[in-house]
């Protein structure tokens, strides 16, 4: 008796042995969540053109220069994530993924009336905006896995919906706004590391930094402006980029 145990014993540990020993599968579909934190840069250039051909060279490099800005826009991100991975015999994983993400970045500044320096006697409050909506990107996946765990880098295209605004009021009356809704468009890279728990379920830190370009747009005169005509114009260029740390769970078949 005390034979036959330890054969069965014996064969119950070959029989398992291997199936503790085997990689984990990285082949499949998969579909996940993720949730982190986003900081990004929106830097405002200012072109004068119009009737500021008229004012002094001195007004006009204080409104371009103050009227610029750069915003940092920020806020806490989730989403979902559905991708596939191919694994090759030497654990080379290669695959491709789409996501789209509540990205709930802002930010804005309002410079209260200060004195211009080449005309004390006049003052300007300058405003600006910037908010990123969400953003949908594609990105292609390539790493190597290590058992339970895959390093891998990742590359590809993104879309994000963003906002921005800017307003220029002063004490003599002249008021102005202006203000864009636009999807902005440029690559994304980042990678990550994500590392399976069981068969089906994995969990991952990933990150991607994505340049969105930028985007042109004019100001307006509001309502009760003292100042209509002659036209002066402002135009503004924004641009738009972010860095996104996000955690994430994949359900894998």
């Not at 596939?84 to 209260?112: H, I, K, P, W």
């Not at 211009?116 to 949908?136: C, E, I, Q, R, V």
């Not at 068969?199 to 509001?222: C, E, F, M, N, P």
């Amino acid at each position: 008796m005390k034979t036959l145990s330890i054969t069965c014993a014996s064969v119950i540990a070959l029989i398992s042995t291997p199936a503790f020993a085997q990689d984990a599968e990285w082949s499949g579909a998969y579909v996940g969540v993720h949730a982190g934190y986003g900081t990004g840069s929106s830097d405002t250039d200012v072109a004068l053109s119009g009737a500021w051909a008229s004012e002094s060279q001195g007004l006009r490099d204080y409104v371009t220069s103050t009227f610029a800005d750069g915003r940092k826009p920020e806020g806490f991100n989730f989403g979902g994530q559905l991708g596939y991975n191919y694994q090759t015999a030497s654990n080379f994983v290669v695959g491709a993924e789409a996501d789209f993400s509540v990205l709930n970045a802002d930010d804005s500044r309002s410079t209260g009336l200060v004195p211009t320096t080449p005309f004390p006697s006049l003052s300007y409050n300058f405003g600006n905006g910037a908010d990123a909506k969400h953003m949908f990107s594609l990105r292609a996946r390539a790493g190597v896995a290590m058992d339970k765990t895959l390093i891998y880098a990742s590359g590809g295209w993104a879309w994000t919906k963003a906002e921005f605004a800017a307003t220029m009021a002063s004490n003599g009356g002249y008021n102005k706004a202006g203000a864009t809704k636009k999807t902005l468009d440029g690559f994304i890279i980042g990678g990550g590391v994500e590392h399976k728990f069981t068969d089906t379920i994995s969990a991952r830190l990933d990150y991607a930094y994505t340049d969105q370009g930028d985007t042109s747009y004019v100001t307006a005169y509001l309502p009760g402006s003292t100042f209509v005509t002659p036209a002066y114009t402002e135009t503004l260029r924004q641009d738009l980029n972010m860095h996104l740390i996000r955690v994430g769970l994949n359900f894998h078949f």
